[in-house]
């Protein structure tokens, strides 16, 4: 089993910047990849960046590309999201997720583990 618990949401001003953090417990030698979700009210969830537990190769959505940096200390167990550039549109609830055999899926039927999110709001 594994565990993970996102952090460092909050209020931000469009065109500010905000960190999140995604720290894994359990079983984590099984993680094979963890992922950036986000949820917006009345949209489904949707992929915003991944990264690979062992190489630390990233994808990132369209949306997000260019703005957000995600990255990974393994001997902390964390992934991090740099949100850089942030717009009213980045606003919704950000989830991390661990994928046990792929890296930055963009279907959240392929994750194996949630954490249980945290929220994101960018004023305008």
């Known amino acids: 089993q594994v565990q993970l618990v996102e952090s460092g949401g909050g209020l931000v001003q469009a065109g500010g910047s905000l960190k999140l953090s995604c720290t894994a417990s359990?079983?984590?030698?099984?993680?094979?990849?963890v992922s950036w979700f986000r949820q917006a009210p009345g949209k489904e969830r949707e992929f915003a960046a991944g990264i690979s537990r062992n190489t630390g190769n990233t994808r990132y959505a369209d949306s997000v590309k260019g703005r957000f940096t995600i990255s990974r200390d393994n001997a902390k167990s964390t992934v991090y999201l740099q949100m850089n550039s942030v717009k009213p549109e980045d606003t919704a609830v950000y989830y991390c997720?661990?994928?046990?055999?792929?890296?930055?899926?963009?279907?959240?039927?392929?994750?194996?583990?949630w954490g249980q999110g945290t929220q994101v709001t960018v004023s305008s």
């Open positions: 997720a661990a994928d046990l055999q792929q890296y930055g899926n963009r279907s959240p039927a392929a994750y194996n583990y």
């Open positions: 359990g079983r984590t030698s099984s993680i094979y990849g």
